[in-house]
């Protein structure tokens, strides 16, 4: 097996009293998307700022093998697209891209050649010679993106890429940004909005407090969590809920109104559940789905799920 592009072990980052990213370890193999996860304050944004070397670590190393050349990234080997923007907004579009382009080694008419490209795909072609604070900020969001990898860099990191976004750009960035990856593209990528996290993302880390939870491809999650799918019930009349609770097949019980959540421990029989339900309760209506990583996510940063010692 090749070197991972990036490897990340034993990091530790602390701000006089608060501990940012405890002990924190992952790789990135070349040519996937990574997804870094967890709620407001967990430690991604530090994680990144790392990464692209604005912070430095307390303790353990952070390790790059780019095209197979150790050491640090070269300003051309990058394309960072940061949670907080950092374009020129009182200049013309056109102009800040290939400025921008050129800080990462490009020749000048190859980076204005390369941003009327880009601008084309996200439909700003029109809109080069504007200034960035005359568009919305879901447009603006699409020129950032653009700065970032409009040098073709082999590796980027997307910090917060959907933000901003309607749904239809939001498509768009998923087209992009699977497309960037098909190019070779090694993608590292931190968002919110977890249904498009589980469709782009070939594995990921899930953090917390700074600290390891989940971590591995979506199945190996699964299989971490214990958790595979959800029984829905909508439920007739006052139920007493402790028979299924404390059923060996049932990880976790929550209700929502009328309506029962089952999920089921992972290789549990669903079939098996539904008639032991079906004999307990008074049910109007049932439907059965796997645990999305929405589920996953809440399930684990609210305490269902343990922090991680060792990551591979």
Known sequence: MDAPVLAV??????????TAVDRLSFHVERGEIFALLGPNGAGKSTTVRMLVNILRPDSGSIRWAINGRAGQPRPEDVGYLP???GLYKDQPILRTLTYFGALRGMDRKAAAR?????????GLRDRAKEKLDALSKGNQQKVQFV?????????AILDEPFSGLDPVNQELFVDMIRGLRDQGT?????????????RLADRMLLINKGRA?????????????AVGSKLSLTVRGECDLAPLRSHPAVADVETEGAAVHVLARAGASLSDLLRFAAAQYDIAEVHSERMSLHDIFVRAVSGGVAAQEEQV
């Open 9 to 18: 072990d034993g990091v530790s980052k602390q701000f006089q009293t608060v």
């Open 83 to 85: 949670e907080d923007r």
């Open 114 to 122: 390369s941003a009327e490209a880009w601008l084309e795909r996200v």
């Open 147 to 155: 700065a970032s990898i409009l040098h073709n860099p082999p590796f």
């Open 186 to 198: 090694t993608i590292l990528m931190n968002a919110h909005q977890m249904n498009l996290v589980e």
């Open 213 to 225: 939870v989940l971590y591995g491809s979506i199945g190996e999650i699964r299989t971490q969590v």
